[in-house]
Each structure stands twice: as structure tokens, then as C-alpha cells.
């Protein structure tokens, strides 16, 4: 008999390697990056995301905050996370 033990990801798996250091969400400030995500989202957090730098959900280059957004190329780019 096979054990399939069902793995599950979490917040952290989701959030991208190289995601702006500024790019900030709920999970990230309350320290439960590693709860488990139970259901097929493909980003971290509960969807709302904010910009260290402006406070707002939109960065300094006025466009919107978001994981997938928030990367190396980006002109408001915060630099490689520590």
C-alpha cells in the first residue's frame, strides 16, 4: 500500500524569490508566512497587497501593487530582499 501524504504550500512557497522587499501584505507583517494555503491560490496573502515606500496599494511608479508586479525590471524595484 502506498501512503500519498497530500502536501500542502504555504504563504511563503507562494510568495516569489525575488519579490520587491517593500511589497508588504497581511501574512508577512503578523509572521504567518508558513500557515498552509488549502485552496489552489497561486499568490500569497488574502489579496491585499501595499507598498512599503508609498503606504498605498499602488508603488512610486503609480502602478499597482502586486506580487507578480513587484520584481527585478520594475522601475520603483527596492533592491534584492536580505
Known sequence: M????KTHKTHADL???DACPALLFK???T????????DDRQWPGDGYFWCGNTCQCVGPDDELVHPKDCQPGRGCYDGPRA
Do not use: Q, R
Open 15 to 17: 510568495l516569489p524569490k
Open 31 to 38: 509572521g504567518s508566512l508558513d500557515d498552509v494555503v488549502y
Open 27 to 29: 501574512h508577512l507583517l
Open 2 to 5: 502506498t501512503n500519498t501524504k
